[in-house]
C-alpha cells in the first residue's frame, strides 16, 4: 500500500523560506517521477516540481528559481525547498508519483502572509 505524508508546512511572512518533506512508503522514489502538487483555494490542484528517478528537474514558470525539488533515495523522501515565499504561493502542498499517481495523501498547509 503506497502512503504519501506531506509535513514541513505553516505560516510565514512574504520573503521568508520554508522546506516541505513527502515521506513515501510502498513505492521506491529513487525509480518514480516525483511530483510536488498545489492546490489554492477555489484552484485546480496543479503540478510545481517535478524529480525523476536520475535527479532530472522540472519546475512550473510560477515558482522557477525559488522552489528546488531533491529526494533523498536512502530516505525514501522528496523534498521542496521553497524560497522567497510570495502570498500567491499559499496552498495546500501535495506530493505524488506522476505515473501512475496513488491516493494523494493529506498535504500540508502552506499561508504566506504578512
Known amino acids: 500500500q503506497v502512503q504519501l505524508v506531506e509535513s514541513g508546512g505553516g505560516l510565514v511572512q512574504p520573503g521568508a523560506s520554508l522546506r516541505l518533506s513527502c515521506a513515501v512508503s510502498g513505492i521506491a522514489v529513487r525509480l518514480r517521477v516525483m511530483g510536488w502538487y498545489r492546490q489554492a483555494p477555489g484552484k485546480q490542484r496543479e503540478l510545481v516540481a517535478r524529480?525523476?528517478?536520475?535527479?532530472?528537474?522540472f519546475y512550473g514558470d510560477s515558482v522557477k528559481g525559488r522552489f528546488t525539488i531533491s529526494k533523498d533515495n536512502a530516505k525514501n523522501t522528496v523534498y521542496l525547498q521553497m524560497n522567497t515565499l510570495k502570498p500567491e504561493d499559499t496552498a495546500v502542498y501535495y506530493c505524488n508519483s506522476l505515473a501512475p499517481p496513488y491516493p494523494w495523501g493529506p498535504g500540508t498547509q502552506v499561508t504566506v502572509s504578512s
Open positions: 524529480i525523476s528517478g536520475d535527479g532530472y528537474t
